[in-house]
């Protein structure tokens, strides 16, 4: 139940760094002042890739999150309960983990893009 409250929220944090990022790329130009504007296109489809990738996760993680959740609900018996249970366990928490650490990932690319804005803005 844990895991359906905070894997949204780290969605609307990932959605709204994104709109951050493209907004600092197309707001400033920065892919076309660059000195080599091919470096800036490599940059610019890296981000949507690492966003993309995160967005699929997250969303992914929370369909399985929501699965779990309805057959733990149903409390089905079988003998071999506690091996599976333990198999989910691990299995969702390196669905978090790394959830969490992809949106590290996103962090850092907001800091790199605000440190090329800062950059920009004392050489003009």
């Known amino acids: 139940e844990i895991s359906l409250s905070i894997i949204p929220a780290m969605i609307a944090l990932m959605l709204t760094a994104y709109v951050f990022v493209m907004s600092f ?4 130009n ?3 002042t660059m000195k080599d504007p091919q470096k800036g296109k490599e940059l610019f489809h890296s981000i949507n890739a690492s966003f993309g990738i995160s ?4 969303v992914s993680a929370i369909i399985i999150f929501y699965i779990i ?3 733990s609900q149903i409390n089905i018996s079988a ?3 506690d091996t599976i249970n ?7 928490s390196f669905l978090v983990l790394l959830s969490i ?6 962090v850092i690319d907001l800091f ?3 440190q090329v804005l800062v950059r920009n803005s004392c050489e003009d």
Not at 55 to 58: A, E, G, K, S
Not at 86 to 92: A, H, S
Not at 101 to 106: E, S
């Open 25 to 28: 790329l197309f707001g400033k």
């Open 30 to 32: 920065i892919v076309s």
């Open 55 to 58: 967005l699929l996760v997250n």
């Open 69 to 71: 959740y309805v057959v």
């Open 79 to 81: 003998e071999y309960a």
């Open 86 to 92: 333990n198999l989910v366990i691990l299995f969702v």
């Open 101 to 106: 650490t992809m949106q590290i990932g996103i």
């Open 112 to 114: 790199n893009c605000g």
